[in-house]
């Protein structure tokens, strides 16, 4: 993270840098980028706005002169392929694993400044004086969630690693890897050659999702009294219910289904299964 730009429309844009080298938090990995996974982050995150589904977006590409040896099929033939970098930006970058590794560290009060903090800049409607602003923050995560990932879903797209990492607090579309765009409909589409137990398939994107959203409800948990507890687990188990709705509502605009029918969700299905 380089630094916030605002612009002449008064939007906050936080700037980040893919394939820069190593960070604090890199693993093992060198933290570089080849040119065609950087290209191929910048075509993608511009089609993904303009088909309007929230984004990170590209800003710039630089391509650098240093080699980076990749493993592009990870069948052990590596390769040296050409570096790059991609300026990218978007309203946020904090994600579910920002807040889950305070709390498994045990950072309970760096965890409470940096959700108050997150809630201040990018919740604008949920009150900082408000004794249930966590819960408030976490039902507006598990609803927009469903409806993120129900926007990929009408346009094709999955993710390919659909990790707490890569899950963003503002629910929108982070961290381009392995993703892909089904050509026709199959539930088991992976994107990932890495992905040998097909976890994030895209038929599986919003289980992934509600995975992901139960590890945010334990992070918050020692922040929540008993009541929000209770409150936030039901608020976790209507994900489903709200992705379903989500979800059919995208489709039958596709279609262009008007008011309400019993058969649309059979229609939905059999056309996707005939695609």
Known sequence: LIGVYTNRQGERWELQLKGSGRTPYSRNG???????SSVREFLCSEAMHYLGIPTSRAASLVVSDDDVWRDQFYNGNIKKERGAIVLRLAKSWFR????EILAHSGELDLQRRLLDFIIQEHFPSIAMNDSNKYLEFFSTVVSETANLIALWMSVGFAHGVCNTDNFSLLSITIDYGPFG????YD?????NTSDDERRY???NQANVGLFNLSKLLQTLKPLLNPRQKQLASQILEGYGERYYIRFTELFKMKLGLLGEHEDDNYLIAFLLKVS
Do not use: H, Q, T, W
């Open 96 to 99: 579910i694993g920002s807040l």
């Open 187 to 191: 539930p088991n589409f992976v994107p």
């Open 181 to 184: 765009f089904m050509e026709s």
């Open 30 to 36: 060198d933290g570089r980028a080849v040119l065609r």
């Open 201 to 203: 398939k895209i038929g």
